[in-house]
């Protein structure tokens, strides 16, 4: 047992030269490559947690502006469901008020149709009624009775009024023709003779006279002189009839007008002009 | 009966003799070495990597621990002179599970120069650390009485490393050659699984020792300069 000193030092040199021989070959790549790994690995989970912080960020950025949407969209929604609600109700009012409107209209103009058709009804039943009466009366109408005319007509002339006569005169006067005296039959002289007499006394002259025959008379006498007009027939009688019918129709219908006037102030702007075809005397 | 490679000589001139454990040590170093640089020479730094390359990561990184433990807080200024301890011993006893070799380890040739190493390597790793009149001061520590002492500590406490890897790799290797003279089936096997236990302990105890003492020089420094 003995220690071989040659053994020593070269067994010493050769550790010596294996250490540097290691370092060279295996620590230095080893720790090398371990450094360089966990530096790479410190790096990507830095970035690692650099990205998830990021993802936070914009998870979180996400979220408020999703709620910030939705915030939006409930508000806009609501917004709108109100305008909906309030255009409907305006139209639903507009459209009862236009059928309101309408409606009235629509009766209105049915009043006035009937109005009218009542109105025309009277009209025509009057006018019938004074056809027949003139027809009545001219059928009837004969020599007798044309005595009868003649003779009321000179007591009418004489029973003239002051007002009347006045009025006669100043026509009279304006003419430059002969009177004109128109019956339904010719008139016999001595009639004639007799209205001569009786319009002389009136005019305190002898005036110059023109007898005619106008069937349109329907019975009677009638002196015109300038739109001066002295009559005695059953046709006036029934003129007068039909003014007074026309003046009633024409009251009643003005009642109503009025009446429905007020009833749709609104409609004052275009009211309906209701023309009545009034046949007054000539 | 040989009980040291120093014991066969292949070649001898004078004082110059290339002996067992000389060669064997060549060896292991050529298989050290080119095992090393055939791994390392295409690392990846990557997290996928090779299981060579795994393995010898898992040996450096645990020396690198171990060291650390122990006290040293930059172990990579270590790991080489540590590390190669380890691993030449380690290696070395581990080898032995090859019929007709004979570990290195096992001649007191080696193990003194394994010893005289640590010896040289405490006082330049404190030197290297401290300074030479830092690291001269510690052998006056705590008083100049204990130069004495220190001294024979530092020389003792080196042939003990020496002696204690000589004396437990030779007689592993003597007890398996007296074994086999005398029941030469099934007992060398255990005992040479033994040895391959011993080898192992004996080469973390001699490397844990090496780094106890040279922490021993640089921290002796290092708690100075703290008070």
């Given at each position: 047992m003995k220690i071989n000193w040659f053994t020593v030092i070269a067994q010493v040199i050769n550790f010596l030269v294996l250490v540097w021989l290691l370092k060279r070959f295996l620590y230095k790549p080893i720790l090398k490559a371990t450094d360089e790994r966990e530096k790479s690995i410190v790096s990507k989970l830095k970035d690692a947690s650099a990205k998830k912080e990021e993802a936070k960020k914009e998870r979180d950025e996400f979220q408020k502006k999703n709620s910030t949407f939705e915030q939006e969209k409930k508000q806009m929604m609501e917004k709108a469901a109100n305008e909906t609600k309030e255009q409907s109700e305006q139209m639903i009012n507009e459209t009862r008020k236009a059928v309101a409107a309408m409606k009235e209209k629509q009766e209105k103009n049915f009043r006035?149709?009937?109005?009218?058709?009542?109105?025309?009804?009277?009209?025509?039943?009057?006018?019938?009624?004074?056809?027949?009466?003139?027809?009545?009366?001219?059928?009837?109408?004969?020599?007798?009775?044309?005595?009868?005319?003649?003779?009321?007509?000179?007591?009418?002339?004489?029973g003239m009024d002051e007002a009347g006569k006045q009025a006669f005169l100043q026509a009279y006067k304006n003419i430059s023709g002969p009177l004109l005296i128109r019956s339904v039959f010719e008139l016999k002289p001595e009639q004639q003779e007799a209205i001569k007499n009786a319009v002389g006394q009136l005019l305190n002259e002898n005036g110059e006279f023109r007898f005619e025959?106008?069937?349109?008379?329907?019975?009677?006498?009638?002196?015109?002189?300038d739109g001066y007009k002295l009559s005695w027939n059953i046709a006036s009688y029934l003129d007068s009839l039909q003014e007074k019918i026309s003046e009633v129709l024409q009251e009643q219908s003005a009642e109503k007008t009025e009446k429905v006037e007020a009833d749709s102030p609104e409609e004052k702007a275009e009211p309906k002009q209701i023309e009545y075809g009034s046949e007054g005397p000539e | 009966m040989k009980l040291s490679p120093d014991d066969t000589i292949f070649w001898s001139n004078g004082f110059i003799n290339i002996n067992l454990t000389i060669v064997t040590t060549w060896g292991l170093m050529l298989v050290m070495v080119i095992g090393a640089w055939l791994i390392t020479r295409k690392l990846q730094t990557g997290i996928k990597i090779s299981r060579w390359q795994t393995i010898l990561e898992m040996i450096v990184l645990s020396i690198s621990s171990q060291v650390k433990e122990v006290g040293m807080d930059k172990p990579r200024r270590y790991i080489p002179f540590i590390g190669t301890l380890f691993l030449f011993i380690g290696i070395a006893n581990l080898c032995i599970i090859f019929p007709g070799y004979e570990p290195p380890?096992?001649?007191?040739?080696?193990?003194?120069?394994?010893?005289?190493?640590?010896?040289?390597?405490?006082?330049?790793?404190?030197?290297?650390?401290?300074?030479?009149r830092g690291y001269l001061k510690t052998y006056l520590e705590p008083t100049w009485l204990m130069l004495p002492f220190n001294l024979i500590g530092e020389f003792t406490r080196t042939l003990a490393l020496a002696v204690r890897l000589f004396g437990n790799i030779m007689s592993g290797g003597m007890i398996v050659a007296i074994l086999l003279s005398i029941a030469p089936f099934i007992f060398p096997v255990l005992m040479d699984v033994l040895g391959l236990l011993t080898g192992i302990v004996q080469a973390y105890i001699f490397s844990v020792l090496a780094t106890v003492y040279i922490a021993g020089a640089v921290q002796a420094r290092k708690s100075k300069q703290k008070t």
């Open positions: 006035q149709m009937e109005e009218n058709l009542k109105k025309e009804l009277a009209e025509r039943t009057s006018h019938e009624v004074l056809n027949i009466s003139r027809q009545v009366l001219a059928d009837l109408a004969s020599a007798e009775l044309e005595a009868q005319m003649v003779k009321h007509f000179i007591e009418q002339l004489q025959t106008d069937e349109k008379l329907a019975g009677g006498i009638e002196l015109s002189a | 380890t096992g001649s007191l040739s080696t193990t003194t120069a394994l010893a005289i190493s640590v010896f040289l390597a405490v006082p330049f790793f404190g030197i290297e650390e401290g300074g030479l």
